[in-house]
């Protein structure tokens, strides 16, 4: 392990010392935060216009890409969790899983990447802030090294651009395939 990822675990990582608030603060948005933010995106693609929706659909397409990317590296690396190697102190309860890279983080990463990427009025700011926090929480609580959150941004955002990259070429493929014959000969 690298020693600066543990130093920075370690100045991060809630201790005894370490006000209940902070803790609070730290559980509440791994644990809330990504119930609510789902809640303000539902709220957003059902009020929001056609390019609202849009833009929603691509950045919910891009988490689960995110998801799938991270699934696939926890195959590949499966990197223990801080607690698992008796490091720090975890905060909340949680499973003996590999932690590389960060799913909390991932998602959050691919919402606020999406979302950069296609603007909503309003979300895109947000998206930004809760990855933030959840980068912080996630190390707070002890369940993640930084390098694990370090691995969910570039997942997230990677998912993000791949999913942006597909919809942007989707129009040409269906032009393309509009202008041939069932046989392949043009129209």
Request: glycine share 8%; net charge positive; proline share 5%.
């Amino acid at each position: 392990m690298l020693e600066l990822d543990l130093a920075l675990f370690q100045a991060l990582n809630a201790d005894a010392a370490t006000l209940p608030a902070v803790v609070t603060m730290a559980r509440w948005v791994s644990q809330q935060l990504p119930t609510a933010m789902g809640g303000l995106l539902l709220g957003s693609f059902v009020l929001g216009n056609a390019a609202q929706r849009r833009a929603l659909a691509l950045a919910l397409a891009s988490m689960a890409l995110a998801w799938v990317g991270v699934q696939l590296l926890r195959l590949a690396v499966p990197a223990p969790r801080p607690a698992q190697l008796g490091i720090g102190v975890q905060w909340i309860e949680h499973a003996a899983r590999a932690g590389f890279p960060s799913m909390h983080v991932a998602g959050a990463a691919a919402l606020a990447a999406s979302l950069a990427l296609r603007p909503v009025r309003g979300l895109t700011w947000l998206a930004a802030a809760v990855t933030a926090a959840m980068v912080w929480s996630r190390v707070c609580l002890g369940v993640h090294f930084p390098s694990d959150v370090l691995a969910g941004l570039v997942t997230g955002g990677l998912a993000a651009a791949a999913i942006h990259a597909l919809a942007a070429r989707a129009p040409r493929w269906q032009a393309a395939l509009q202008h041939k014959s069932p046989q392949g000969n043009a129209h």
